[in-house]
C-alpha cells in the first residue's frame, strides 16, 4: 500500500464543472503540499497546508488531519487547468512521499 | 528574482558515459532536494542536501549516483555508467528551511535519455 493515495488518476471534466480530486495517506505529517504538473513537465507548488482550508482564486484546498484526507478543488474549471495534480506528503525526516497523481483534462 | 534553475533541460547519452545535472536553487536558498520521475510513474524523493552537507540520501541508488551541493556553485546530480533505465526526468527543489514544512520551489527538470 503506498503511503499516499490519490483519486481519482484521471479526470474529464467539461468546463466550467466543479472538479474534486482527494488524496489519503498514511504517515504523520507536518504539512501536505498539492502540486501541479503542467503538460511541458514543469512542477508548480500550488498549496501547503497543515488544517483547515485555504484558497487561490479558483483553486481550494482543504484537509482533515484527523482522518488524514486532503482534497483539492477547482471552481469553474477552464481547459488552462488541464494538468496532472500531486499530493505530497513529508515524513518525520526530509522525504516527501508522493502521491501517483490525478491526470485532469477540462474540455471546452 | 530568477527561480530554481536546471541546466542542462535535456540531456542525451550513451549507455556507460557520465550524466551530470546540475541545480542552482532559488536566491536565499540553501535547501535542495532531487526527484526523479520515471516514465509514467510518480515522483520519488533521492537526495536531500544543504551547503556542502547531505543530509539524507535514502532515496538515492547504491550506485553510480551522487550527489554535491558545494559551498559555491549549483548542486550537482551526477550518474556514471548510465543505463536505459537511468532514463527519466529528475527535478530539483530548493526551499529555506527543512523537512515538508516550506514551500518547496520546483525547477522545471532535466530530462535524461540514455541511448
Known amino acids: 500500500k503506498n503511503e499516499v493515495e490519490q483519486s481519482p488518476q484521471n479526470l474529464t471534466a467539461q468546463e466550467g464543472e466543479f472538479i474534486t480530486i482527494n488524496c489519503s495517506y498514511s504517515?504523520?505529517?507536518?504539512?501536505l503540499h498539492w502540486l501541479q504538473q503542467h503538460p511541458g513537465g514543469g512542477i508548480v507548488s500550488l498549496f501547503m497546508?497543515?488544517?483547515g482550508k485555504k484558497k487561490h482564486g479558483r483553486l481550494i484546498a482543504t484537509i482533515n488531519i484527523q482522518e488524514k484526507h486532503s482534497s483539492l478543488h477547482i471552481t469553474a474549471s477552464h481547459p488552462r487547468d488541464s494538468a496532472v495534480y500531486i499530493c505530497?506528503?513529508?515524513?518525520?525526516?526530509?522525504?516527501?512521499?508522493f502521491g501517483t497523481g490525478t491526470s485532469l483534462t477540462v474540455i471546452p | 528574482n530568477a527561480g530554481v534553475m536546471q541546466n542542462p533541460r535535456h540531456l542525451v547519452r550513451r549507455r556507460g558515459q557520465e550524466a551530470r545535472l546540475r541545480c542552482s536553487p532559488m536566491?536565499?536558498?540553501?535547501?535542495v532536494y532531487w526527484y526523479r520521475q520515471l516514465p509514467e510513474e510518480g515522483l520519488k524523493f533521492m537526495v536531500y542536501?544543504?551547503?556542502?552537507?547531505?543530509?539524507?540520501e535514502s532515496g538515492m541508488p547504491k550506485e553510480r549516483f551522487s550527489a554535491e551541493f558545494p559551498k559555491e556553485g549549483p548542486s550537482i546530480l551526477r550518474i556514471q555508467q548510465v543505463v536505459r533505465g537511468d532514463s527519466a526526468a529528475y527535478f530539483c527543489?530548493?526551499?529555506?528551511?527543512?523537512?515538508?514544512?516550506?514551500?518547496?520551489?520546483f525547477g522545471p527538470g532535466t530530462r535524461l535519455l540514455v541511448l
Open positions: 505530497a506528503v513529508p515524513n518525520t525526516g526530509n522525504q516527501f512521499y
Open positions: 536566491k536565499g536558498h540553501s535547501h
Open positions: 497546508l497543515s488544517s
Open positions: 504517515v504523520g505529517i507536518s504539512a
Open positions: 542536501l544543504q551547503k556542502e552537507n547531505i543530509i539524507d
Open positions: 527543489a530548493s526551499s529555506t528551511g527543512t523537512g515538508g514544512a516550506e514551500t518547496q520551489y
